[in-house]
């Protein structure tokens, strides 16, 4: 066997996270091969839909400093792929105004300098018609934040990996791994050979990381993606300038619950409930749970008069939820040629390009450009197996 391999990295899973780490693979000149099970492009696993939302209103500093660089390295691919993938609709947040989450988003929204207006109540129906601000809730609207073009992303940075070279092979489910100096990758269409291997296999991480002995605490969940209709046709949309929202808190349910304008699907806005029940990644479709949409019902009732309180469109999506709700963004503890992304948590889509530069960073053994330890393996050492 040569020592060289037929591959310098081989990325498995070509959701927007591994296809964001092969782009930047490839930008640095590493051959690489990403590797999808399904036939692309595919609903089944975490970033597949029309949208996400992307913003800097977080609750922990980290996020917010490293959406500044996101930002830029999405219009970057918008420029390369000559592509719109961003529109800025602005983030409504609404919270009761002394929770410690809601106060938690306005400061580091302050200390960090982002451009942000505050509602005060009795301005806020001037500004935000058809919506019931709760009482008690304090509101205010991230400037900088819209919706993404998700599908449509997806594509592009796959476009951009192929023009630099890249090799894509989907509908190739990945069987086994063999770690070494050269990790040997077992899939339905072949056996691959490379010096590197990042895997980026959204809810079946586990499953991947059972072959090469580490389990890591990761819930799946199956989210019904719910769309509503507007009673008046327009009332929430887009280009009556109205924005994604988020409610950090409210007595339907100990969730946020979110929504972005609608526009993608004519008269019907997206809004969901940030948790979902428990699946098997490969028996998504299984979970027929909807305590979810009854929450949704009673919230959109209250404090969304203007849509119908029946879900018009019910999708579905995965959910990969680590403990803390944090990344893991790290090597293998034993192999360090072997890189994992995994655990977004239900908000890893706007960090994609930057997460590909991290992986890429760490596969490539530089001094990442972040510091990861919020995203280290380490934080959950009962879950390192015994025998590493
Ligand atoms: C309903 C919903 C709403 C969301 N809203 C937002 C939002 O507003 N903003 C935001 O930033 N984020 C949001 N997210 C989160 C974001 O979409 C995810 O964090 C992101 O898509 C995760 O990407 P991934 O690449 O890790 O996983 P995936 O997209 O699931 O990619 C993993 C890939 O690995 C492949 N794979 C797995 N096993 C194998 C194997 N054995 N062989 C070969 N290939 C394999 C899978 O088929 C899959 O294509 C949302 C997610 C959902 C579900
Ligand atoms: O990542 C986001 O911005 C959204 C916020 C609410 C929960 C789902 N994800």
Request: with cysteine; glycine share 8%.
């Amino acid at each position: 066997m040569s020592t060289e391999g037929d591959y310098d990295c081989i990325v498995i899973g070509a959701g927007v996270q591994g296809s964001f780490t092969a782009y930047q693979l490839a930008k640095k000149k590493q051959r690489t091969l990403l590797l999808e099970q399904f036939v692309l492009p595919h609903t089944r696993g975490s970033s597949h839909g029309q949208t996400r939302i992307i913003r800097k209103a977080y609750d922990q500093d980290y996020y917010t400093v490293m959406m500044e660089e996101c930002y830029r390295l999405w219009a970057q691919l918008e420029e390369e792929a000559s592509v719109k993938l961003v529109r800025q609709t602005g983030l409504l947040v609404m919270g009761p105004e002394n929770s410690s989450q809601y106060q938690a988003v306005k400061n580091t929204l302050q200390k960090n300098r982002v451009p942000m207006v505050i509602l005060p109540p009795e301005e806020f129906s001037k500004h935000i018609p058809n919506v019931n601000l709760s009482e008690g809730d304090g509101a205010l609207v991230d400037t900088t934040a819209g919706v993404l073009f998700a599908d449509r992303a997806l594509r592009a940075v796959q476009g951009q990996f192929l023009k630099l070279g890249g090799i894509i092979k989907d509908g190739q489910k990945v069987s086994d791994i063999k770690p070494g100096a050269l990790v040997t990758v077992t899939a339905s269409g072949g056996v691959y050979r490379a010096k590197n291997l990042v895997l980026t296999a959204g809810s079946w991480t586990n499953g991947m990381l059972s072959y090469i002995g580490l389990q890591l605490p990761l819930k799946v969940l199956k989210i019904n993606v719910c769309y509503w209709k507007e009673k008046v046709p327009g009332s929430y949309h887009v280009q009556q300038r109205f924005p994604a929202f988020l409610q950090v808190e409210c007595p339907e349910g100990k969730h946020h619950i979110y929504g972005l304008p609608s526009n993608e699907y004519p008269g019907l806005m997206k809004v969901c409930y940030h948790t979902g029940s428990e699946t098997h990644p490969d028996m998504r479709d299984r979970q027929s749970d909807q305590s979810d949409i009854d929450i949704l019902k009673r919230y959109l009732t209250r404090c969304f008069p203007g849509l119908d309180p029946e879900p018009a469109v019910v999708e579905s999506c995965m959910y990969t939820v680590t403990p803390d709700e944090d990344f893991v963004l790290d090597c293998h503890p034993l192999h360090n040629n072997i890189v994992i992304g995994a655990g977004f948590s239900g908000h890893g889509f706007k960090f994609g390009p930057l997460i590909g530069k991290l992986l890429c960073e760490l596969s490539l053994g530089e001094v990442p450009s972040y510091d990861l330890s919020p995203f280290r393996i380490r934080r959950f050492p009962e879950h390192l197996k015994p025998s590493l």
